[in-house]
């Protein structure tokens, strides 16, 4: 365990569609602390 290793803080990241994920995230007890949100447009090619 990284807390028997000298470890304060494990932070995790997932898609938010994966739920099997999130749910072991939650299962684990990881505490959901924030959403970021990632948006790609498209680019125009001359």
Same mark, same amino acid.
């Given at each position: 365990m990284? !807390? !028997?290793? $000298?470890v304060d803080r494990v932070r995790a990241a997932t898609d938010l569609g994966?739920? /099997?994920? !999130?749910?072991s995230f939650e299962r684990l007890g990881y505490v959901n602390f924030e *959403? %970021?949100?990632?948006?790609? $447009? %498209? *680019?125009?090619? /001359?």
């Amino acid at each position: 365990m990284p !807390a !028997a290793k $000298g470890v304060d803080r494990v932070r995790a990241a997932t898609d938010l569609g994966n739920v /099997p994920v !999130a749910k072991s995230f939650e299962r684990l007890g990881y505490v959901n602390f924030e *959403r %970021a949100f990632t948006m790609v $447009g %498209a *680019r125009e090619v /001359p």
